[in-house]
């Protein structure tokens, strides 16, 4: 222990009740709030130091919002000053000087003791509109923040202790749900002040000294026992690419975003020269975020050790101004979450399986928002409308079991889904299908995780729009150590209809009308490890599920099953017939996966192959809705598949 | 003839006997080690060792984790499931998150159906209750077949929006029972009519799986008794804090999954208010872990869900129960970062805590408190022997990372282990706006009345209550308890557009569905009552409160008026001007059974005899003291202590620390006064 002052007794009283805390805040918001994005758990509260670094985050907090809570808090400091008093309130959401996007809006509160500043307390909400041109303001098409929604910079909301009404009306006022977004702005003030209320109570019972030693200790604590973790590893440098699918503005071809990591000592740097430039729509990122994506991906591997400034201190990052994970101030950002945010996560997650065999992970689901607004014409209904849905995918392959079904984006592991009951009642929008979607697991040793599939109908509505903010369309969810890609993210509309067209995983303003229908997959979690190594009997349990059908077990997986009767589940393994097909796909899957791409476009055309063939056994990415080849997509994806699945294969 | 009551709760460890005899207001208390395998072994094993004559029992009620336990260990039958095209899997899918948000490797437990046995049909109702698909009965009858080839004992039936029309799913089990007779069947609208699919469909599975599983337990049980001589009704404790019939819990067997965690939380409640407290927290402490619950105005707090594993919600009124992993055998070790930590890790009963020699090494709170002096090296009286130097080991290694002194090793690891513990009663009092200091702690279960003062003193609850027999109070609360079932529907209106003769009318139903379960349980007349509640919150809200509202029903303002006062007290604010929205509509209704009355006992003469003094640790004065230790047996009514003084009895040890004073009431309750 560093500290002399504090004995661990109570150090330790002190870094629980600092938890406990941020944690009471949450449940204050949870209660309150008015956003049901906020109540699915897309929110995050903390307690920071009077410097703004944070002393505790909740532990429920989801993944994006890490590493960006104090940059908020520097950013009020940087702003205001001297000039912060006591009972002052302050929000902010500006994703250029310390935010993420636009939605999630943070408030602040100073507290004091004896005339210092001796915390703050924050929390931050995604609230579920702050206006610009589409309801949920989530716009494909911006190219820059004006339009995007508003931007809050650092601002006063209360005045020691005197509500600025007419400040917060004219920010509400440009915001779809202006009640709603007052109930939100409340909730979040009161949950902060939950958090003072709560610290000033430590404070007069153990002195303000002990407290602040604990709070400065807190994050020494948390410093140390990652640097002793970071430190067992031998040092090195490592480096590794994901894409985002396209820049709207260039020809086709995958935009990388390269992140080499150095580990010298007990020190983590991250440097992500080399990406892309910005591009033309709003899946850019700002570096706060770029930060936080980078920080919790590597926090993956330590989950135990607890979210503080400590933590921060092990990483430096290098990110060049103008690339797309350090977007500057105008450019979109809105969509980092889909865009650089799951891409810089994911390959640094790579990067750590390697180092950490025991926690790897494959590449999982990209995160998605698809939205309908409108107006609402059912009988008894009159009113604008809002569908604002988001889908659990399969997470990547383990390296001693297969990656998890259905399960929330990394992105944030708290997000929730919303119950379809509920959408149904407030929208019209009716679900055809939430379920499992068979063969969506990225082949593997280990499997990813399964993803699901989402679609539904339109029902009676007017001057109605649709709009989605996702991403792998084509660089689709990868395996590693020799495991293969899940399948492509994007939306039908009008599926096996005649007007039917696939949409793509980014678009915006789409118009609907009663009786359209729509269908999007979650994909699955990439595979790990060679699937030809894959236990038969773990094939065959998958297929009595319907995780996996009788077709792609003999495809993805060189195992022949026969169906004796589906009803008893009788189905039992060829085993010759398993050998022979593995010998089969083995002597010849590195030659299907460097065939030229024009002839397995012919060969979808002529049916012989199907479009999970085109992924998995050729590598080849393709526009879904023409089954035309991407040259240059499908050279880089390739390139990665060489790297990560192919060199694998003995 | 002797009229007993027989109060048995079943527990992980041991299945604990709690017997009353009405007239002589006698007492008998036993403790068997529980049999798993066929819990009801120990319960005859428990009755023969009471030897009370069977013939004279008046009443035999019962709490137990054969639920859980059957939910945790998934020893079930096989059970199948049948769901809406296109959604069998939303049991799977769940609401996609975990509860741990960074530990990638930490799964959330597979549905207790697997997907192989969840079957679709092609049916779908609306959101209004319209039926847009009607019910393919051809394929709900293939779907049935299906089923009885599988041999399946059990079957969810589980649709989509079938709380507003459940007659697709009312359809499906007609046609299940037909096809597959003798079959467990269920369907999700009938256990409850609330939206929101996963909450409902997992409600309705875990009654599935447990259907088989509870009426066979309950079965034999009934035949044991009454191959014993006892021919009454056996009542069942559930989780909202009333009983069953047995023939009833049959029919609700996700209602008792929690049955044995319940029993703790009412006997705190019903201690609490015979020694004149309305707000009391209960702190049941035992080997493993530590269960928390609180009772405000005299009613004990309750959740409207709650979840033996992550992810799959019962949705039913429960009494909110927390509870943390801090025991006396949690294990006191030191992180990677140089902290002192204090469980959940436990030493159980194997190997146990160092001190019993029986294998364990690690430091305990058993242990440390064995250093301090505050356990006696001789447990159960005489029963046991348990080693100082094994103990001052173990708790040698803490002493050892951080410098310090053995004693002050010792008094580390139990302040580490009552600050969580604090931490525990915080979030269910401040966190839901209560302040302790309007408060009594009632301390009980084998380590509850070790640590109770000092938590008191920490977060300045000024009263503890320990009851008589802690460490078997909890069977005292499944002989306290009404009968009791909670029935809902949903209901959505806002406070502008509310139809109060409709509600009414819903209320009136619920009322009458209410009464002919409880006709059917024998209660009527007096012995009924019915309490109406209404689920309210502020429009665009995301968590409605439950209010109770008058009968009958003729305006909404007192409603309104209970739920901004109520809402002001939990979250701090409240707005009588902003229009609210009615989400749901409930009634509990009891069955009163008649309670026996607790005998008071006789006043002793003078001051009693301790029965050894010896050094213990004190906090305030920083050393050993020395202390007086008196036999709980020898404390009559009256009696009157100032600490520092030890209690101990068989299977639980009182400390009441320096400057406290305690008394013992009428009921033998040891009554401390913190405050001073």
New interface residues.
């Given amino acids: 222990m560093n500290n002399k002052e504090l004995d661990p007794v109570t150090f330790e009283v002190l870094k629980n009740a600092f938890g406990n805390l941020v944690d009471q805040m949450s449940e204050q918001v949870l209660r309150t709030c008015y956003s049901f994005v906020i109540y699915c758990r897309d929110f995050s509260s903390a307690l920071c130091d009077a410097n703004g670094d944070t002393i505790m985050q909740g532990s429920q907090d989801i993944a994006v919002h890490v590493g960006t809570l104090h940059l908020t808090c520097k950013a009020i400091l940087r702003a205001f000053g001297d000039d912060i008093h006591e009972d002052d309130i302050f929000i902010f959401n500006d994703p250029y000087e310390g935010g993420t996007h636009f939605c999630d809006v943070r408030v602040v509160k100073p507290v004091f003791h004896e005339g210092e500043i001796v915390a703050f307390t924050l929390s931050n909400g995604h609230w579920a509109d702050v206006g610009g041109k589409v309801p949920g303001s989530f716009d494909i098409t911006a190219r820059e923040h004006y339009g995007e929604g508003t931007r809050i910079t650092p601002i006063r909301i209360w005045d020691q202790g005197r509500y600025l009404g007419d400040v917060a009306d004219c920010l509400v006022a440009n915001m779809r749900g202006t009640e709603d977004r007052l109930g939100d702005l409340r909730a979040q003030a009161e949950a902060c002040k939950v958090g003072e209320r709560e610290f000033l109570r430590l404070i007069e019972k153990y002195g303000v000294d002990t407290v602040l030693a604990a709070a400065r200790e807190c994050q020494d604590y948390v410093e140390r026992i990652a640097r002793s973790r970071i430190a067992e590893i031998p040092d090195g440098e490592w480096e590794t690419v994901d894409f985002i699918d396209q820049d709207p503005d260039q020809e086709e071809g995958l935009i990388p975003i390269k992140v080499k990591m150095t580990i010298k000592g007990d020190q983590v740097h991250y440097d992500l020269t080399g990406s892309n430039p910005i591009v033309g729509c709003f899946l850019n990122s700002a570096f706060p975020a770029t930060l936080s994506s980078l920080v919790a991906g590597s926090k993956a591997f330590f989950p135990d050790i607890p979210l503080n400034a400590g933590f921060f201190r092990v990483f430096d990052v290098t990110v060049p101004e103008g690339c797309v994970a350090n977007a500057p101030w105008p450019v979109a950002v809105t969509g980092f979450c889909s865009g650089v945010y799951e891409k810089a996560q994911a390959a640094v997650i790579e990067l750590w399986s390697e180092l950490m065999p025991q926690r790897a992970l494959g590449c999982a689901f990209n995160l998605e928002y698809l939205l309908i607004g409108g107006w609402d014409r059912r009988p008894g209904f009159d009113s604008f409308f809002m569908w604002y849905d988001w889908m659990a995918g399969g997470h990547g392959g383990r390296s001693s079991k297969d990656g998890s079904n259905g399960t929330a984006a990394v992105f944030g592991l708290g997000l929730s889904i919303q119950p379809c009951e509920g959408q149904e009642r407030l929208t019209p929008v009716l679900t055809a299908e939430h379920s499992i979607l068979m063969d969506s697991a990225g082949p593997g040793k280990f499997r990813g995780g399964c993803g699901l599939t989402k679609g539904g109908t339109v029902m009676s509505c007017d001057g109605s729009v649709m709009s989605y903010c996702c991403d792998r369309a084509r660089s689709i969810a990868f395996g590693i150590w020799g495991g293969l890609p899940s399948i492509p993210q994007g939306l039908w509309k009008n599926k096996g209809k005649e007007d039917e067209a696939f949409l793509g995983a980014i678009f915006s303003g789409v118009p609907v009308e009663a009786g359209d229908t729509f269908t999007r997959p979650s994909a699955g979690g990439g595979g790990l490890g060679d699937p030809l190594e894959r236990d038969p009997e773990m094939v065959l349990e998958d297929v009595i599920d319907g995780y996996v059908s009788i077709e792609r077990a003999k495809k993805d997986y060189g195992v022949v099953v026969i169906e004796n009767d589906p009803v008893m589940l009788d189905y039992e393994i060829d085993t010759e017939a398993t050998d022979k097909e593995r010998a089969y796909i083995r002597e010849n899957r590195v030659a299907w996966m460097r065939s030229d791409p024009k002839e397995v476009q012919q060969m979808l055309a002529n049916g012989e192959i199907d479009e999970m063939d085109v992924v998995r056994r050729y590598g080849v990415v393709m526009d879904w809705g023409q089954k035309t080849v991407l040259p240059k997509s499908t050279a880089q994806f390739r390139e990665m598949l060489e790297k990560r699945t192919i060199s694998h294969w003995s | 003839m002797a009229k007993y009551r027989v109060a048995v709760d079943t527990g992980g460890t041991f299945t604990d006997v709690f017997i009353f005899e009405e007239d002589s207001g006698e007492v008998i208390v036993q403790k068997v080690p529980s049999t798993p395998s066929n819990p009801s072994e120990a319960i005859v094993a428990g009755m023969a060792k009471a030897e009370v004559p069977m013939d004279q029992v008046q009443l035999f009620s019962h709490g137990t984790t054969v639920g859980t336990n059957a939910l945790i260990t998934r020893n079930l039958p096989p059970t199948g499931m049948v769901n809406t095209?296109?959604?069998?899997?939303?049991i799977?899918?769940?609401?996609?998150?975990?509860p741990?948000?960074?530990?990638?490797?930490?799964?959330?437990a597979p549905p207790h159906v697997?997907?192989?046995h969840r079957l679709e049909v092609t049916e779908r109702m609306?959101?209004a209750g319209e039926a847009?698909t009607p019910l393919d009965e051809a394929e709900a009858r293939q779907v049935a077949e299906?089923f009885k080839?599988?041999g399946m004992a059990a079957v969810a039936i589980c649709f989509?929006?079938s709380?507003m029309n459940g007659a697709h799913e009312e359809r499906m089990k007609e046609i299940i029972s037909e096809v597959m007779p003798g079959a467990y069947v269920c369907t999700s609208s009938e256990l409850l009519p609330d939206?929101?699919?996963?909450?409902r469909f997992s409600t309705c599975v875990v009654n599935a799986v447990l259907g088989p599983v509870v009426s066979d337990y309950l079965q034999d049980l009934v035949g044991k008794l009454k191959d014993l001589g006892y021919a009454g009704d056996i009542l069942v404790l559930h989780s909202g804090g009333g009983v069953m019939k047995a023939e009833t819990v049959t029919s609700y067997a996700s209602r008792i999954a929690s049955s044995g965690i319940a029993a703790g939380a009412i006997a705190m409640n019903q201690t609490a208010q015979l020694c004149g407290f309305e707000n009391a927290m209960g702190l049941d402490m035992g080997g493993t872990s530590t269960d928390i619950s609180l009772t405000y105005g005299g009613e004990l707090r309750m959740a409207n869900e709650w979840q033996v594993e992550f992810g799959y919600p019962i949705m039913y009124p429960s009494i909110e129960v927390i509870t943390i992993g801090a025991g006396g055998g949690s294990i006191a070790w030191v992180?990677?970062?140089?902290?002192?930590?204090n469980g959940p890790q436990s030493a159980g009963a194997d190997p146990g805590p160092a001190c019993y020699q029986t294998g364990g090494t690690e430091p305990t709170n058993t242990d440390a408190n064995l250093v301090l002096g505050r356990l006696n090296t001789n447990l159960l009286e005489g029963g046991m022997q348990i080693s100082k130097e094994a103990a001052e080991a173990a708790v040698q290694k803490i002493a050892d990372q951080?410098g310090m002194s053995l004693v002050e090793a010792a008094h580390?690891i139990i302040?580490?282990a009552e600050?969580?513990m604090c931490?525990a009663l915080?979030?269910i009092s401040?966190?839901r706006g209560y302040d302790p200091r309007d408060f009594a702690l009632v301390g009980f279960g084998g380590a509850g009345p070790l640590h109770a003062a000092y938590l008191a003193r920490e977060l300045e609850i000024p009263t503890v209550i320990i009851p008589r027999y802690p460490g078997v109070h909890a069977a005292l609360g499944c002989l306290l308890v009404d009968v009791r079932h909670d029935l809902q529907r949903t209901y959505?209106a806002t406070s502008a557009g509310t139809d109060i003769a409709e509600i009414e009318s819903i209320f009136q139903d619920l009322e009458t569905e209410a009464t002919e379960l409880l006709a059917e349980e024998g209660m009527t007349g007096d012995d009924v009552e019915l309490i109406r509640l209404m689920d309210i919150r502020?429009i665009?809200?995301?968590?409605q409160l439950s209010v109770k509202v008058p009968k009958p029903i003729t305006t909404l303002d007192d409603a309104l008026a209970v739920f901004h006062a109520e809402h002001e007290r939990?979250?701090?604010?409240s707005n009588p001007d902003q229009v609210v929205e009615i989400y749901g509509l409930r009634v509990t209704a009891i069955g009163k059974v008649p309670m026996p009355s607790i005998q008071t006992g006789t006043a002793g003469e003078g001051a009693p005899e301790p029965k050894e003094v010896r050094s213990v640790f004190s906090e305030s004065e920083g050393d050993f003291v020395e202390t007086p230790v008196y036999r709980r047996r020898d404390l009559a009514a009256g009696t009157e202590l100032a600490g520092p003084a030890i209690v101990e009895q068989l299977d639980t040890t009182t400390v009441i620390p320096v400057g406290v004073g305690a008394r013992v009431d009428e009921y033998l309750n040891i009554i401390m006064d913190i405050s001073g």
């Fill in positions: 095209k296109g959604f069998r899997d939303v799977e899918i769940r609401r996609s998150t975990k741990d948000l960074w530990d990638h490797y930490k799964d959330v697997p997907r192989r609306d959101y847009v299906v080839q599988r989509m929006n709380y939206i929101f699919e996963h909450e992180d990677p970062g140089g902290s002192l930590r951080y580390s302040k580490v600050a969580n931490d915080r979030l401040v966190q959505l502020y665009g809200q995301w968590r939990q979250f701090s604010w």
